[in-house]
Nanobody, 124 residues
């Protein structure tokens, strides 16, 4: 299983970024997918998750209305569209995969596979 995240970078507060994560080595459409983030000195934080078909999503409260998770099973890719970014969104963002097609846990332990992370820096 490989998860390759991309799209991070430096953006000003109020700006937007779209993260992408390409999965390989597993049946992508059979997994629910998620994003976590980790800031220096803090624990990993759940951001969002999406079920196998893309018709059910879940977000942490701090990103609701600003972030959108989506997926394209034909491209084995999950996305995280981030808008109205704030300095507190600065973190390394990790793409994750849960073998349960419709799993709904928010704990890091609910996700069996993790990508390498992509850094998002939001300047004030």
């Amino acid at each position: 299983v490989q998860l390759q995240a991309s799209g991070g970078g430096l953006v000003q507060a109020g700006g937007s970024l779209r993260l992408s994560c390409a999965g390989s080595g597993f049946t992508f459409s059979g997994y629910s997918m998620g994003w976590f983030r980790q800031s220096p000195g803090k624990e990993s934080e759940f951001v969002a998750r999406i079920n196998w078909s893309g018709d059910n999503t879940m977000y942490t409260d701090s990103v609701k209305g600003r972030f959108t998770i989506s997926r394209d099973n034909a491209k084995n890719t999950v996305y995280l569209q981030m808008k109205s970014l704030k300095p507190e969104d600065t973190a390394v963002y990790y793409c994750t995969a849960d073998p349960r097609a419709s799993g709904w846990g928010r704990s890091p332990h609910d996700f069996a596979y993790w990508g390498q992370g992509t850094l998002v820096t939001v300047s004030s």
